[in-house]
């Protein structure tokens, strides 16, 4: 058997760390078993499903590093839904119903009144074809539920039936059918909710392997049912812990919380959300992961926790920091000349400064410093002129190397008699504009020693 995972984001905003995390699990879960990865949009609500966020979640996946074997979009395949529903119809597992929302809450109140579980009692099962037709003619129109296999003669009196599965992630689970109301499957203005649609393409594309968030636990149990109404296998699940922030809330796509596009933006390494997003929440340390396939040889499904996994968005900056500064300059030298950083200095120049960047495109800024001069915001203090103009006399003939900057401020500490801090800000001032930064020993054969004079004032 073929491992086919699939990822099914709804085009409605922006994927947020945690959705990114189901994508990683499901990504990394196919990569190590040599399987397929399938992102299926699940858009059936065509009033709040956008193209624009499909291209920007399929954007999120390519940058992540996640590159899909296939794409396919719910919208585009009604028709084996409408097939599906025809043939849970004809096997009476797809019942009309008429109840108002508000007379299901009436009901609901009245069983828990009654110390009984808030469960649908099926009521629309009993009525004839005259009480559905005066239904009808008040305007009212059917939802459709599924009608659970917790039986044994009388619908109306469900018994305690238990769906087992071996999950993927959180080990053996058991969900009772008789818990469970029967779910609605089609709305009364026709369309679709989220389980059969899901359920069909799951058959039809030969889904192995559904890994997901565990919000969905409960659910699976009427979905294993669904699949074997339908006359399918179910795959095998696993549900991981959900990411909040660490007040405890969750993500939404709608407020935009912790959205990938605003981490890219942001400029935090992908590797480093995919890193925090991966191995947060399970018995692994949360470190930096430098390639997809090293964090594939440490994604172990059943190291997850049960609970839920906080996270402060500060650490992403601490992984990306870290990964930043020790990437080699061949793994960056594109994305350098993007920022127009590039030809022969370009190099000693990534070397010199990597270890003082926050965000790879901060180097830029660097680039301009060593290139044009010195930032115009800092300035040498008029009464540190004259040191930095006699500091500039001891200068070392080149060539020049790392160890340049050694034997260039030995030599003015010994002229000047000056040391620490009131030796070395004025030159950094003068050479850089700033008061932090790169090591000097890496930046000063970059300038030269024609460059260097220039900058004395």
């Known amino acids: 058997m073929t491992v086919t995972v699939r990822f099914a984001p709804s085009p409605t905003g922006h994927i947020h760390i945690g959705n990114a995390r189901t994508a990683l699990f499901n990504w990394l879960y196919a990569k190590k078993h040599g399987g397929r990865f399938i992102l299926r949009f699940d858009d059936t609500d065509r009033e709040r499903s956008k193209t624009a966020y499909a291209e920007g979640i399929a954007r999120d996946l390519t940058w ?27 096997a009476g597992l797809l019942y009309a119903c008429y109840e108002t929302p508000e007379e299901l809450e009436r009901r609901r109140k009245i069983r828990l009144t009654r110390r009984l579980p808030p469960v649908y009692g099926r009521e629309a099962l009993k009525l004839s074809d005259e ?12 939802h459709w539920r599924f009608l659970l296999p917790n039986f044994a003669e009388t619908p109306f009196e469900p018994q305690r039936t238990e769906v087992h599965w071996d999950d993927v992630v959180r080990g053996p689970q058991t969900v009772d059918l008789a818990s469970m109301s029967d779910p609605v499957l089609i709305r009364a203005d026709g369309t679709y909710l989220y389980t059969l649609p899901s359920v069909v393409d799951d058959i039809d594309l ?4 559904v890994i997901r968030g565990d919000d969905h636990v409960t659910n699976t149990g009427a979905q294993i049912s669904l699949f074997r109404a339908l006359g399918a296998e179910p795959p095998a699940f696993g549900h991981h812990n959900l990411l909040t922030t660490v007040s405890g809330e969750g993500l939404s796509k709608r407020t935009g919380a912790l959205s990938i596009a605003s981490l890219r933006d942001d400029g935090i390494e992908p590797m480093a959300v ?53 990437m080699p300059f061949s793994e960056v030298a594109e994305r350098l000349a993007g920022l127009g950083i590039a030809g022969d200095k370009a190099e000693a120049f990534w070397l010199a400064v990597r270890g003082n960047l926050d965000r790879l495109e901060d180097a830029a800024a660097w680039w301009r410093i060593v290139m044009d001069g010195p930032d115009p915001e800092g300035r ?14 001891h200068l070392p003939p080149e060539p020049w190397d790392g160890e340049t900057w050694r034997v260039w401020t030995d030599a003015v500490k010994a002229a000047t008699g000056r040391k620490g801090r009131a030796l070395f800000m004025p030159l950094r001032l003068a050479l850089t504009g700033r008061d932090s930064g790169p090591e000097l020993a890496g930046l000063l054969p970059l300038l030269g020693r024609e460059e260097t004079l220039a900058r004395q004032s």
């Not at 992540?64 to 004809?90: C, E, H, M, N, W």
């Open 64 to 90: 992540l590093g996640i590159r899909p074997d296939d794409t396919v979009s719910q919208s585009a395949r009604f028709g084996k839904y409408d097939a599906a529903a025809q043939t849970l119809r004809a």
């Open 131 to 142: 009480e559905k037709a005066a239904f009808e003619a008040e305007g009212r129109k059917p």
């Open 206 to 209: 030969g889904v192995s392997h």
């Open 274 to 326: 995919a890193s925090l997003a991966v191995l947060i929440g399970t018995s692994e340390n949360v470190s930096p992961v430098a390639t997809m396939p090293d964090l594939a040889d440490r994604f172990e499904p059943t190291a997850t926790s049960k609970s839920a996994a906080k996270f402060d968005p500060a650490e992403l900056a601490a992984l990306s920091r870290h990964l930043i500064q020790a």
């Open 380 to 393: 040498v203090s008029p009464e540190d002129q004259e040191f930095v103009s006699e500091a500039m006399r």
